[in-house]
């Protein structure tokens, strides 16, 4: 059974830090890529960031590019997204993807509140 499991959200003030984590399992960590993807009150999914199954290489949204942080530890079957500087408008509900080529099917974890507020 695939279990994507993220965990760091909480709230922070403007300015403020946060890291996530996604512990997945059930598949093959090391052979796939990763994706972190939000959800704000009101609004549609965007995709924030993602790497490949290596970690060699990454990926950022425009709207978090040189804020946010992605990388992975495949000993652990673990993602992270660093998250500095953030901003009212980062406030969402953070959501773990993996797409399992092998399976070509898509998971999602449970998700984890992140809210920025003074």
């Known amino acids: 059974e695939v279990q994507l499991v993220e965990s760091g959200g909480g709230l922070v003030q403007p300015g403020g830090s946060l890291r996530l984590s996604c512990a997945a399992s059930?598949?093959?960590?090391?052979?796939?890529?990763m994706n972190w993807v939000r959800q704000a009150p009101g609004k549609g999914l965007e995709w924030v960031s993602g790497l490949t199954g290596g970690g060699d290489e990454t990926f950022y949204a425009d709207s978090v590019k040189g804020r946010f942080t992605i990388s992975r530890d495949n000993a652990k079957d673990t993602v992270y997204l660093q998250m500095n500087s953030l901003k009212p408008e980062d406030t969402a509900v953070y959501y773990c993807?993996?797409?399992?080529?092998?399976?070509?099917?898509?998971?999602w974890g449970q998700g984890t509140q992140v809210t920025v507020s003074s």
């Open positions: 993807n993996a797409f399992v080529a092998g399976w070509n099917k898509e998971y």
């Open positions: 059930g598949f093959t960590f090391s052979s796939t890529g």
